[in-house]
């Protein structure tokens, strides 16, 4: 019986489906995906500095701040944390038009999964001012 299932399963499973291969890290940005990447950043980014400022800071915390940002809380820009901040008043669609076209002009270098070169082009574009 388990060599019948074996051998079904071979057959119905013959290759490890393309999402699963090892090139997938190649796999080309598209706009959605960057959206997606900035919406992420945001949402988990601004949930971290909302709990950070929500005034039950211990002492330990409160000294790690002052150590390693110079100040008691991070900036008000959701995405400090991540080391970048959006424009204000900057639209999703002109921030995505600019990763693009950066994106466009910047080879991926050899081994770069695709997020980590993403989150690498928006830190370049986007730095935050201390």
Known sequence: ????????????????PAAFAEHHAYDAISPD?????LAGADLTDGAIID???????????L???RTRLGKEHPAEQSTYLAGF???EGATHDSLISSILDTLSKTPRP??????IFL???IKSLYPCQD
């Open 119 to 121: 989150y690498n082009i």
């Open 110 to 115: 050899d081994n770069t999964q695709r997020d």
């Open 85 to 87: 901040c959006l424009p």
């Open 63 to 65: 000294r790690a701040y």
């Open 1 to 16: 019986m388990k060599k019948t299932i074996a051998l079904v399963a071979a057959l119905a499973f013959p290759a490890p």
């Open 33 to 37: 995906y960057i959206a997606g990447f």
């Open 51 to 61: 709990n950070i400022s929500s005034g039950n800071e211990s002492e330990f915390i």
